[in-house]
């Protein structure tokens, strides 16, 4: 088993900045390391959108929507994964999940309210 468990989120201005954090834990991480980390984020009424993936090695990617603003990050030996979100806007307001898929399961963190907003 694995425990994924996000902070950062909050309300924030359009153009401000926020860091996500999501802390990997469980026995099992001990002795195996995890490949690839995301961040997700669901709106009411959309589909949940893959915002930016990461592997072990520090391979990248993005959602084309927060490219060249959000940035992905992961200290390894800690299991942590982070979200540096930078000139947010209102459509970036969401729910941002923290996820891995390690030893054929998927694990989700329970989500940190992200609201853009005058």
């Known amino acids: 088993q694995v425990q994924l468990v996000e902070s950062g989120g909050g309300l924030v201005q359009p153009g401000g900045s926020l860091r996500l954090s999501c802390a990997a834990s469980g026995s099992i991480l001990r002795n195996n390391r995890i490949n690839a980390m995301n961040w997700y984020r669901r709106t009411p009424g959309k589909e949940r959108e893959l915002v930016a993936h990461i592997t072990s090695g520090g391979n990248t990617d993005y959602a084309d929507s927060v490219k060249g603003r959000f940035t992905i990050s992961r200290e390894n030996t800690e299991n942590m994964v982070y979200l540096q979100m930078n000139n947010l806007k209102p459509e970036d307001t969401a729910v941002y999940y923290c996820?891995?898929?390690?030893?054929?399961?998927?694990?989700w963190g329970q989500g940190t309210q992200v609201t853009v907003s005058e």
């Open positions: 996820h891995v898929y390690f030893m054929w399961n998927n694990y």
